[in-house]
């Protein structure tokens, strides 16, 4: 007792999330319901599916990354790094 108390980690937006997450992907197949997972082990929230998704199409889209869905029932998509990695660069406007 009398010990100094942690700080929580500051969580991370679900945007941000998904572009570290995306950053970190080689090219392979990915699960749309496994990229769900591992964002909401970053952020502590529990975001839609779509929600993902759609960012996960912007990061491809800013990142000349490709994924394209394979699979529609399974959701599995086939991840192709872009050129360039967004790594820590601001995002404006709303995360």
């Known amino acids: 007792m009398g010990g100094r108390?942690?700080?929580p980690m500051k969580q991370l937006?679900?945007?941000r999330a998904v572009y570290v997450v995306l950053d970190s992907f080689q090219?392979?197949?990915i699960s749309g319901r496994e990229l769900q997972f591992l964002v909401s082990n970053k952020t502590g929230k529990d975001p839609y599916h779509s929600t993902v998704l759609g960012k996960a199409r912007d990061y491809c889209d800013?990142?000349?990354a490709e994924m394209d869905c394979i699979d529609n029932?399974?959701?599995l998509y086939r991840f192709k790094p872009g050129v360039f990695k967004?790594?820590?660069a601001i995002i404006?406007?709303?995360e």
């Open 5 to 7: 108390h942690k700080r």
């Open 62 to 64: 800013i990142t000349g």
């Open 73 to 75: 029932k399974r959701s």
């Open 27 to 29: 090219e392979g197949i």
């Open 13 to 15: 937006s679900v945007t």
């Open 92 to 94: 404006s406007g709303r």
């Open 86 to 88: 967004i790594e820590n």
